[in-house]
């Protein structure tokens, strides 16, 4: 592909617009940016593309940039705005970021997706290729974006991506050597026209492998099963709750890898990560460092060693009996419920934020069983108590300091409180990190007055 003089236009300006910034300018691309964000806001990086040769426009879209493009790269996450749609209909060519790399990029690429745990596995895998000798890199949504590594690209490389639907949207050729599907949940229809459209695109990743790559499927999703009767690739599967021809299940407590012979790898009890989504994560990752020819030793030490990632049922702290759960990233309803089921305590559940067109009714089973009380945080919290209403006592908070002290206050010794919003985070917080980060700052300033007060 041949980008020298094209005008191309990269929509938004952050960790990937600036990544193609930099790769189109190096193939002599005439390049130019389309931020939504106000000038001011974007000054410096306004200035710095600038004395390099890129036009940038800030604080809207124009129609016409769009339309006089030859290319369009628009970067994950940018809504569906109306002028992407003209260029689309206009026959102007959009390619995804990650389409653009793989028409460039020398080495093997592990395409992991799924609505949730996608982070969480891609790191996991990461880890067991290095400890097994690969010269592997982490790419994509929980890493650098994989654009950033073309140039320094060897075949003897491989780039662990973390996908999302997004990305996926506008791929044509993309093709990944083993394609990881994790699950499906209603996700992003804030975003996505539909359900349908959102699967649509995870899709993509599969139905464009051959007959030489693989594709990783998790057996007890019937969704995700489904595709095995489309998709040309070689069929792998993991599952807690049968077994598989081809793949990682568990069987009286072990994950047995079952492929020319069944193996045992290794106990679920050695998994230090909490909940059972936890080890259909660690059955992906097992079944991919086992494709990639990775002995068992080293993934089972790798997994040993694995702490988990922030904002991931991460433990914050433990105030008289009662243990704080940090889960900032549950961003969806499936989410949140595989958080619920994680634990065999009683939970005070903080649910609230932005609403991206999530079913809260689905969770109704799961809180009746475990979940003692929730307090409502953000702007969806009239629709989640709706939702909800006479299934457990709610209680509604303006801040994530009452909402760290309300539930204190309504947890019993041995108690959870578990931040699992099912909502994302814009309405109150710039992402989901900055949330958990502040729901951790407002336990741990709980425990020092817990403290102050005792010492007095």
Known sequence: MNLKGKKVLVVGLGKTGEALCRFLLARQ?????????????????????SQKGVKVEAGGHRRDSFLQADLIVPSPGVPRIPELGDALSHGVEVLSEIELAFRYLRGKIIGITGSNGKSTTATLTHQILLRGGKKAFLAGNIGPPLI????????????????????????HSFRVFIAVFLNMTPDHLDWHKSFNDYFAAKKRLFTLQT??????????????????????????????????????????????????????FMSIDDIPLPGVHNQENVMASLCVGHLLGIPVPVMKTAVKEFKGLEHRLEKVATLE???????????????????????DQKIILILGGRDKGGEFETLKES????????????????????????????????SMREAVESSFAAASYGDVVLLAPACTSFDMFANFEERGRIFKQEVIALKEKIMQRDAS
């Open 29 to 49: 691309a005439w390049v130019e940016v389309s931020e939504s964000k106000p000038a001011e806001q974007m000054a410096e990086k306004i200035r710095h593309w």
């Open 148 to 171: 950033g590594f073309v140039d320094t690209s060897e075949e003897d490389h491989t780039y662990v991506t973390e996908l999302s639907s997004f990305q996926l949207e506008f791929v």
């Open 211 to 264: 007959q030489k790559e693989t594709a990783i499927l998790n057996r007890d999703d019937p969704l995700v099963w489904s595709m095995r009767e489309e998709i040309s690739s070689r069929i792998y599967g993991f599952s807690r709750n049968g077994h598989v021809s081809k793949g990682c299940f568990i069987d009286k407590k072990w994950i047995v890898c079952s492929d020319k012979r069944k193996e045992r």
């Open 321 to 343: 009996g009662v243990a704080f759960y940090n889960d900032s990233k549950a961003t969806n309803v499936g989410a949140t419920l595989k958080s619920i089921l994680s634990f």
């Open 367 to 398: 809180i009746a069983l475990r979940v003692k009380k929730i307090i409502l945080l953000g702007e969806a919290k009239e629709k989640i108590s709706r939702a909800l209403q006479n299934v457990v006592p709610m209680h509604s908070v303006s």
